[in-house]
């Protein structure tokens, strides 16, 4: 089991950023951000291994994920942010995706908290 806790949202302006810290309890080999809106599915946005990312094609290429192996630490990085971008950020160990990113599965880990995001003016 891996344990996962996300940090570092809050609320911001349309067009500003925000950076988003995933501490694991290991080092997953792909860990993914995901991202909850009420009413809607989970969605991945981001995914990285330690020598390849891949992302949700309609971010444009807003989001940029990285880790940092020595600290157990994931980042999604969050330029011109937009308002439908709101929603509970979680991060989580994958087991399969596919390369769009609309089908995954995750482990059978426990999901962390979370961190909200909200994009507001």
């Not at 995914?47 to 990312?53: D, P």
């Not at 157990?72 to 969050?78: A, S, W």
């Amino acid at each position: 089991q891996v344990e996962f806790a996300e940090s570092g949202g809050g609320l911001v302006q349309p067009g500003g950023s925000l950076r988003l810290s995933c501490a694991t309890s290991g080092n997953p080999y792909v860990v993914g951000w995901f991202r909850q809106v009420p009413g809607k599915q989970r969605e991945l946005v981001a995914l990285a291994t330690s020598g390849m990312t891949n992302y949700l094609d309609s971010l444009e290429g807003r989001f940029t994920i990285s880790r940092d192996d020595s600290k157990n630490t994931v980042f999604l990085q969050m330029n011109n942010l937009k308002i439908e971008d709101t929603g509970v950020y979680y991060c989580h160990r994958l087991i399969t995706w596919a390369p769009h990113l609309r089908t995954w599965k995750t482990a059978n880990d426990r999901w962390g908290q979370g961190t909200q995001v909200t994009v507001s003016s």
